[in-house]
C-alpha cells in the first residue's frame, strides 16, 4: 500500500531550481517527522533534510546547506523540498519518508518511492 507519493521530479539545468513535492493520499502525517533521502546510482541512499512535525525544526546534510530548503503544509498534509543552484553531483532519485519520531536516525516507517531528478551540466 503507498503511503508517500512524489509526483515531482525530472531533468533540469546546473544552476536551476526545482522544487519536489510529498503527499500523503488518504493518511495524515501531520504528526510525523519527515524528510528527504537520495540514491545516486552505484551509491547508498543517503540523508537530505528533515523537519519536524510541525515545521519549527529542520536539519541539512551539508552538501544542501544554504541550496536546499525543506517544508511541509500540515492542512494539505504534503511535503516540500525547493532546490536550487543545482549541480550534476544532484542527480539521484528522491525519496520522501516519514517517522512518528524522527527520520535522521534509526528505522523508518513510511516511504515514497522514489522520483529522478537529473541535473544537466
Known amino acids: 500500500q503507498v503511503q508517500l507519493v512524489e509526483p515531482g521530479g525530472g531533468l533540469v539545468q546546473a544552476g536551476g531550481p526545482l522544487r519536489l513535492p510529498c503527499a500523503a493520499p488518504?493518511?495524515?502525517?501531520?504528526?510525523?517527522?519527515m524528510g528527504w533521502f537520495r540514491q545516486a546510482p552505484g551509491k547508498e541512499r543517503e540523508f537530505v533534510a528533515a523537519?519536524?512535525?510541525?515545521?519549527?525544526?529542520?536539519s541539512y546534510a551539508e552538501f544542501v546547506k544554504g541550496r536546499f530548503t525543506i517544508s511541509r503544509d500540515n492542512a494539505k498534509n504534503k511535503l516540500y523540498l525547493q532546490m536550487n543552484s543545482l549541480k550534476p553531483e544532484d542527480t539521484a532519485a528522491y525519496y520522501c519518508?516519514?517517522?512518528?519520531?524522527?527520520?535522521?536516525?534509526?528505522?523508518?516507517?513510511?516511504w515514497g518511492q522514489g522520483t529522478q531528478v537529473t541535473v544537466s551540466s
Open positions: 488518504g493518511r495524515t502525517f501531520s504528526s510525523h517527522a
Open positions: 523537519i519536524n512535525w510541525s515545521g519549527a525544526s529542520t
Open positions: 519518508a516519514a517517522d512518528p519520531t524522527t527520520v535522521v536516525t534509526g528505522p523508518i516507517g513510511y
